[in-house]
């Protein structure tokens, strides 16, 4: 079952699947109101087209590089 896919065939791996932080409660009040970048609680990947997620990590070297820095590949 290694292999999902989302709603429009896409799977981890694929360009259209992004790795998403996740925060906590408290991860999101340190972010949007004192401007913080807290460790993400664990990543998704996520479809862009559909946002189906399709598995989650929280592989220390994904959360460490989600965080301590904007997001620098904003593309809506
Ligand atoms: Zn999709």
Do not use: Y
């Amino acid at each position: 079952m290694r292999d999902r896919t989302c709603h429009c065939g896409n799977r981890i791996g694929d360009a259209a699947i992004q790795e998403e932080p996740e925060f906590t409660t408290w991860g999101w009040i340190m972010l949007s109101m004192l401007g913080m970048t807290p460790r993400p609680h664990h990543i998704a990947f996520r479809c862009m087209h559909c946002r189906a997620e399709l598995g989650q990590s929280r592989d220390p070297k994904l959360l460490a590089r989600r965080s301590g820095r904007p997001n620098n590949s904003v593309s809506a």
